[in-house]
């Protein structure tokens, strides 16, 4: 068992104990797992409980981001859990390269898919997620292909939220329970427009190359060729002091894109859900 390394609030407290007691009682599982902080530690607390008889699964697909999948390995081994990789193919499926609004629904029907056929050859395993009790309240058409696959969801079903997952995750000397949330690389283009594996590795791309500068929460919109780069609001007075203008654009038009600018409004999470 985790050694707690800084007391918790008394709500907090009773929440652990009620996600050890849950997990204990599933036998076995296979995590649906980004490496993100909220599945991370259903990962973290079902090889605490379960032991061999939990296996963290990360689907792998051009629009993972290469550095996400890096940590998503790393995390699994600083935890000592099972982890195990499948290549998804939701790219070939219209309902997802199209881009319509419920694009997430196809990606994730696609990937319980794949995790339904590895949890029936490990003795037949419940599949759980990351999902908490705050995304029920987002637009998130994922969680009803979850749903239909049979995948449950401690975190949401104990009502746990993401300021509780982060102090739990803090207490229990988790390293990157403050880690930013990291939507999938498809969330970069409006919706309709269409999503290749070349559009995804070029914001890919321009990511990276931002984030190797010392900008980790980072996301590089793409409307056509057209790129627009978002960074908390209290990094962009930072980032126009320190880049030069022409550094920028000379990089994004070799990976590929026509022009680029700056958003001034900064990162939101969910904007493209706004119109």
């Known amino acids: 068992m985790f050694s707690q390394l800084e007391p918790l609030q008394d709500e907090d407290q009773r929440k652990l104990g009620l996600l050890r007691s849950y997990l204990k009682g599933l036998k076995n599982v296979c995590i649906a797992y980004s490496g993100g902080v909220d599945s991370t530690l259903v990962a973290a607390i079902a090889n605490e409980q379960l032991h061999s008889k939990s296996l963290a699964i990360t689907g792998v697909s051009p629009a993972l981001a290469p550095h996400l999948l890096q940590e ?25 390269k199209n881009n319509p ?14 995790l339904k056929s590895i949890a029936k050859m490990s003795n037949n395993a419940q599949v759980i997620d990351g999902v908490n009790h705050d995304d029920l309240n987002d637009f998130r058409p994922g969680i009803n292909a979850a749903q239909e696959a049979g995948v449950l969801s401690p ?19 988790l390293p990157w329970w403050d880690k930013p949330a990291q939507p999938c690389l498809s969330s970069r283009f409006p919706y309709g427009e269409i999503i290749t594996a070349t559009r995804l590795q070029q914001v890919s791309q ?26 908390p609001e209290d990094q962009i007075n930072n980032f126009i002091m320190n880049f030069e203008r022409q550094k920028i654009v000379k990089k994004f038009l ?10 001034l409004e900064g990162l939101i999470s969910g904007k493209l859900n706004r119109n």
Do not use: M
Not at 162 to 173: C, T
Not at 254 to 263: A, H, K, W
């Open 72 to 96: 998503a390995r790393a995390q699994a081994k600083w935890l000592g859990i099972r982890h195990q990789e499948c290549e998804t193919n939701e790219l070939e499926d219209e309902s997802y």
């Open 101 to 114: 609004r419920n694009r997430c629904y196809t990606c994730k029907k696609v990937l319980h898919q794949h």
């Open 155 to 173: 975190l949401a079903e104990l009502h746990i939220k993401k300021d509780s997952i982060r102090q739990i995750s803090r207490a229990l000397g």
């Open 206 to 231: 321009a990511e990276e190359w931002i984030r190797s500068h010392g900008y980790k929460n980072i996301r590089v919109r793409s409307q056509g060729l057209a790129a627009r780069i978002e960074l």
């Open 254 to 263: 070799s990976i590929g894109f026509s022009s680029v600018s700056l958003d």
